[in-house]
């Protein structure tokens, strides 16, 4: 069974800074696109950014420049650095991983549970 588990998360003031991880555990051979979501109340989920195997990334307007995704490979592990934070940016922050089932040619999604992020002013 694949996990994956946020960790990270917390309380900060504006301005501030939080790195969010999310490690893959479980019977994965091979990841392919990587990402985070997030969701704040009352609003629809968002796609926050994502990154290839490569290491190649996208990321939403509201984040570009005051965001990093990356991820290390070796660890299944992918990472939310969050600089500049703003009371916006609150919310719940989900992890995805596509995992490549050679079986369907396709991808197989799995989700985290979530973590909280709260910036205050």
């Known amino acids: 069974q694949v996990q994956l588990v946020e960790s990270g998360g917390g309380l900060v003031q504006a301005g501030g800074s939080l790195r969010l991880s999310c490690a893959v555990s479980g019977s994965i051979l091979s990841i392919d696109l990587m990402g985070w979501y997030r969701q704040a109340p009352g609003k629809q989920r968002e796609l926050v950014g994502t990154?290839?195997?490569?290491?190649?990334?996208n990321y939403a307007d509201s984040v570009k420049g005051r965001f990093t995704i990356s991820r290390d490979n070796a660890k299944n592990t992918v990472y939310l650095q969050m600089n500049s934070l703003k009371r916006e940016d609150t919310g719940m922050y989900t992890c995805t991983a596509d995992e490549r089932v050679y079986s369907i040619k396709g991808h197989i999604s799995h989700w985290g549970q979530g973590i909280q992020v709260t910036v205050s002013s």
């Open positions: 990154i290839t195997s490569g290491g190649s990334t």
